[in-house]
């Protein structure tokens, strides 16, 4: 399904080879209802950018007369890429003829490495320099989670284009970015890093971030080559702790986890990287069925695959390779082209292993891609920097961007009594809490020479002269002060209103960064509780990299406005949405759990057997007679916590406005839909009408789900299948159109076949997870 004005695509890319019975076996015989999806013209070119760059006859027979003068040593050398700090180590792996390194930290320095290695080596062989360029270069952007809040795609390809454009001016031409992995549990720190619980979210953003950093030719001066990652299943790590053990259905890393990643594989990304864990108990770096028969085979990848960090090494203590040779041996043959790490070849250039080792196809399969790329990028003409030229430096142009991305990615969770935004009323207001002052906006994944953010504190003045503003500390991030905390709560009872600024910091949030807790540290919840205790108006302000459970102080704040890590023009951001200058539009990409025990937790869950219905719910109030009785339904044998009232805190989808939306009715051209023409390609429009019914400009998120009543197999309560973003002025209306097809309709069985079945589904389109609107249709 897609947006009229997004152009949004989820059509699987297939094609009819059978390699993957063992793993993911695939049925060749069509029934009623099943078939594998028939390839467009577009589908043909499942790469379209790496496939227009790559493949010419020039280039082609370069590489081929390349590869032919090439010896063993040197081949291999190709297929890694390796860290060294020092400018002169890195230079020996560049004599050594190295494929790969990562970013020595300016464009000089860059214009030195491949100096040396066009120069110092037999063949003259340019290197890819590589850089984690996540959400910002220079100007940092907001963290991948925060962008994934506007469900505006464009805000990532902006993203993107500046990053990779700041980060090609020194030299860097290659990024281990977009994240995609597809995550239901918040205790995992690397949500951070993607776009949350769902896969079309997950799919539509990964791929603009493909095309941002790609731009339209990898030849032109401001493209880096993309990196899609982890592939795959990363995101699903047993209970929640970084690195863990996959264990996936067939159905279910076809449905859920492959899918983003063959959206940015049809959007071009030229590279992915494999993931750390197991899938299946076969480690993702040496496992040929994900690798080579799924990835490059059947989705016709013409791109790298790159391992992450010593990922090849973790083979042996995974237990599936006896020693570094036999590491390397597996991962290779399973179809992994780049090792990172650099264990492969020596700086002296000895090889590890020997060609007895190999199939000898396979590596020049692998040195063909490595070289194609570097062609594609147009290093063998000019690898060069010009060092006047690179951008160290936010300029007016990026702030900008960067703040207005930030203003896009607010989400206001609660706002009772309409304390925000702070109306032109309100003169005395008290700032407290360890954001108040903290600088810490950047995120995670952010570059150790990106320019720091301002504080909050600093940025309210700036933004908002006509307050009178006092700071006070109230707490720490993790310490309290029983001083501190009664000189912040004397302070409120002398001001209008109360800011309560409240978070994790950013270093608990990314890799190796989960966590078993995901409250608020105690002494920030006194905090909340002490200023509510005033009586006083007050609004929470968090900031933080995943969705945090606040069932402690929730009810007794009356607004809450959900502001992550925005990065270097969060703050700036913020304060314009407190004092009204901007409009929060933001919706939440993860679900908001009501206790960590409750993870993981997501909108697109199945309906189970004994579903526990929500009309049930009983009061928070009465949860002590929930423990006792047969628990928070009329039904005790239902799926449920006893201890806990049904449902997150907030779902995936919520978000507050400071005008009001409205829907009109739902106009759908086909509510009867014949199996074959969807299978021809037909595609049928929806159109509602969406109305602005408040006093102020505003945007709206509206969301499109489906759901398959009766099905082979039991399919989610709802799915995502488009959204779209439109800002309405006060009083403004227009009609929002849909297509929906094939694509929409269906799932993908245990046979690894994608199917589309008779019956009945549910359409729901609004501004939240139960939908404004609904409608019924039917497949014959």
Not at 239 to 254: A, C, I
Not at 568 to 587: D, Y
Not at 661 to 671: I, P, Q, S, T
Request: charged share 25%.
């Amino acid at each position: 399904m897609k947006a009229i004005s997004m152009k949004h695509s989820s059509c699987p890319i297939v094609n009819d080879k059978s390699r993957l019975r063992r793993f993911i076996p695939r049925v060749e015989e069509k029934k009623q209802g099943h078939s594998l999806t028939p390839p467009t013209e577009e589908q043909h070119v499942t790469n379209r950018t790496v496939g227009r760059d790559l493949r010419n006859a020039t280039a082609e027979a370069s590489v081929e007369e390349l590869l032919a003068a090439m010896t063993w040593e040197q081949k291999l050398a190709q297929l890694q890429i390796a860290f060294r700090p020092r400018l002169e180590d890195a230079k020996d792996l560049a004599r050594g003829g190295i494929g790969a390194v990562f970013w020595p930290r300016s464009a000089e320095a860059t214009n030195e490495l491949q100096r040396t290695a066009r120069e110092e080596t037999p063949h003259g062989i340019p290197l890819l320099v590589g850089l984690d360029v996540v959400h910002g270069q220079r100007t940092t952007f907001p963290v991948p989670l925060a962008q994934a809040a506007s469900f505006d795609p464009a805000v990532a390809e902006t993203d993107a284009r500046i990053s990779a454009k700041e980060a090609a001016s020194g030299g860097v031409n290659w990024t281990f970015s977009p994240m995609v992995d597809v995550s239901r549990d918040p205790r995992w720190g690397r949500v951070v890093e993607g776009f949350g619980e769902d896969v079309h979210v997950n799919g539509v953003f990964g791929a603009a971030k493909v095309r941002g950093y790609q731009g339209e030719s990898l030849a032109d001066e401001g493209s880096i080559l993309a990196c899609v990652k982890h592939f795959v299943a990363y995101g699903q790590a047993e209970g929640g702790r970084d690195y863990n053990t996959v264990d996936v259905s067939v159905q279910r890393l076809r449905n859920v986890y492959l899918e983003p990643f063959r959206a940015a594989v049809k959007a071009g990304a030229a590279t992915v990287m494999a993931a750390f864990n197991t899938v299946s108990g076969r480690p993702a770096h040496a496992n040929r069925l994900l690798l080579t028969d799924l990835l490059k085979e059947e989705w016709g990848f013409g791109g790298v695959v790159v391992g992450d960090a010593d990922g090849v090494v973790n083979l042996i203590d995974h237990g599936v390779a006896a020693h570094l040779g036999d590491a390397l041996q597996q991962s290779y043959a399973a179809g992994l082209d780049v090792e990172m790490g650099g264990n492969a070849v020596s700086a002296e250039g000895d090889a590890l292993l020997s060609p007895d080792d190999f199939d000898s196809d396979r590596i020049d399969d692998a040195v063909r891609r490595v070289l194609r790329l570097k062609h594609a990028l147009g290093l063998f003409g000019d690898p060069y920097k010009k060092t006047a030229l690179e951008i160290t430096a936010p300029s007016e142009e990026t702030r900008l961007a960067a703040r207005q991305a930030a203003e896009k990615c607010l989400v206001l969770l609660k706002n009772d009594g309409g304390v925000l935004p702070l109306g032109p009323t309100v003169r005395r207001v008290l700032l407290v809490g360890p954001y108040a002052a903290s600088t810490d906006h950047l995120g995670a994944w952010v570059q150790s020479f990106a320019e720091p953010a301002a504080a909050l504190a600093d940025a309210i003045q700036i933004e908002c002269p006509q307050w009178s503003l006092t700071v006070k500390e109230g707490s720490g991030f993790f310490n309290g002060n029983p001083a501190l905390l009664a000189d912040a709560v004397a302070s409120a009872k002398q001001h209008d209103v109360v800011l309560i600024a409240v978070g994790e910091p950013s270093s608990l949030t990314g890799e190796a960064s989960s966590r078993s807790d995901l409250r608020l540290p105690e002494c920030q919840e006194e905090l909340i509780k002490a200023i509510a205790g005033t009586s006083q108006p007050f609004a929470v302000v968090m900031f933080n990299g995943r969705p945090l459970v606040t069932s402690a102080w929730i009810d007794s704040a009356p607004s809450v406005l959900e502001a992550w890590h925005l990065g270097l023009e969060g703050p700036a951001a913020v304060a314009r949405a407190l004092s009204g200058a901007v409009n929060p539009g933001g919706k939440l990409p993860m679900t908001f759990p009501r206790s960590t025990g409750q993870v993981p937790i997501y909108y697109d869950h199945e309906n189970t057997g004994r579903p526990a219905t929500v009309s049930a719910r009983i009061e928070e109030a009465d949860m002590d007679v929930a423990l006792m009785g047969p628990g928070n339904t009329d039904d005790r044998f239902t799926s449920k916590y006893r201890d806990l009232a049904l449902g997150p805190q907030f779902t995936f989808g919520h978000g507050l406005s400071y005008t009001s939306f409205r829907y009109g009715e739902l106009w759908v051209e086909a509510k009867d839909l014949a199996l074959e023409a969807l299978r021809d390609g037909q595609v049928f429009r929806i159109k509602i009408p969406l109305f602005n019914t408040g006093d102020c400009f505003g945007d709206e998120v509206t969301l499109v789900f489906i759901r398959d009543r009766v099905a082979s197999l039991a399919q989610p309560v709802r799915r995502l299948r488009a959204f779209t973003r439109t800002s309405l002025r006060a009083g403004q209306s227009e009609v929002l159109s849909f297509d929906v097809g094939w694509s929409d309709l269906g799932f993908w069985d245990n046979e690894g076949l994608y199917v589309v079945e008779p019956g009945e589904f549910e359409l729901h389109i609004g501004g939240g997870l139960e939908g404004d609107a609904h409608s019924m249709l039917r497949v014959t």
